[in-house]
């Protein structure tokens, strides 16, 4: 029996190597579900490392496919670990691995774009957010093509605390193509500086791990891939509501090598442009000749507060988009009927 208070360290008994369960399964790679399997289980234990300690811990892992970081993750530990896999393919295969691992190894056959990881775990495992971070790790050797869209709503979750955020702080270990790993966490001013870097520095603590070469996996994939590891922050950088700042984000970086206030006077319509875009920029002090690349987080945070005081002053600009409007006038100028603009489907100011 283990020591009061210890938890017993668990080891997955002999089983068939990664290699010889795709063997064994017949799980040929499928180019459409951006399938690159990691065999070899030192890479997969370097990345649950990167997650911290795992003993008796709470683990989501996104896209197990035959199960080389899951065994990872079990043998690291974790007390309770849920894999979410889209293709049915690799189900006998994880459940295999769930007989070696009794009671601690849960597979969904599901899409993590729309699975509700809220419901996946026991309230009980909930930390308030100001606390330190509740005992759940997201894990991940994500497919390439949902690993930004992905990201993106985790973001949007993390900053109104739903989703996998509903426990609190829950940290994310994750892989991304090589590129979107160094965006993920570009410092102002580095070349790869970009709308993702301001998103999710504001709302977290981004640590960029290590860069895995892509010719340890198999299929080889075009890139290499970089692991990052994500804590979100007690208090978000910015206090503003997620969509707002994404907005001033978005409009910022429309022209990355241009003088910011090219991109930002798009927050406004065309008519009110020159007044707005001076006050906006007075108001946060910002030197409207630095390009987007080069604003600082603290710079980002005073941008989207001088935006949300002009909202609340014209509640009408917050739904605002430069392209309808182009849109409208192109539609004018062919028609010679003016347009006019839609109602906002939704309240101009979020709450
Ligand atoms: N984790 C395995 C490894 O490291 O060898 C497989 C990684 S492979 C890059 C991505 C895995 O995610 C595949 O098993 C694929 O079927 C799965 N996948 C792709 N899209 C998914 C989605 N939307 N939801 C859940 N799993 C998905």
Known sequence: MAAS????????????????????????????????????LRLTDKIVRQAGNLK????????????GLTRSI??????????????????????LLSEAAPGKLRIVHGDILTYRMDRGFPAVISKSWEEDPPNLHIIGNLPFNVSTPLIIKWLEYMANRTGPFTFGRTRLTLTFQKEVAERLTASAASR??????????????????????????????????????????ARPQIQQPFKLVEKVVRNAFQFRRKYCYKGIELLFPER????????????????????????????????ADAYAGLCT???????????????????????GTPTDPPTPACPPVPC
Do not use: W
Request: aromatic share 8%.
């Open 5 to 40: 208070g210890k938890i017993a360290s668990f080891r997955l008994p002999p089983l068939p190597t990664i290699g010889e369960v795709i063997k064994l399964y017949k799980l040929r790679a499928t180019k459409q579900l951006s399938q690159n399997f990691l065999l070899d």
């Open 56 to 67: 008796g811990a709470h683990v989501c892992e996104v896209g197990p496919g035959p199960g």
């Open 74 to 95: 079990l043998n690291a530990g974790a007390a309770d670990l849920l894999v979410v896999e889209k293709d049915t393919r690799f189900i006998p295969g994880l459940q």
């Open 192 to 233: 790869q500086r970009s709308r993702l870097s301001v998103m999710a520095q504001y709302l977290c603590t981004v640590h960029s791990c290590f860069t895995i070469p892509g010719r340890a996996f198999v299929p080889k994939p075009e890139v290499d891939v970089g692991v990052v590891h994500f804590t979100p922050l």
């Open 272 to 303: 009110k442009r020159p007044e707005l875009v001076e006050a906006m920029l007075k108001e946060a002090d910002v030197d409207p000749t630095l390009r987007p690349t080069e604003l600082t987080l603290a710079q980002f945070r005073a941008l």
């Open 313 to 335: 002053r014209d509640p009408s600009l917050f739904s605002y988009e430069f392209r309808e409007e182009l849109r409208l006038n192109r539609l004018t100028r062919r028609t």
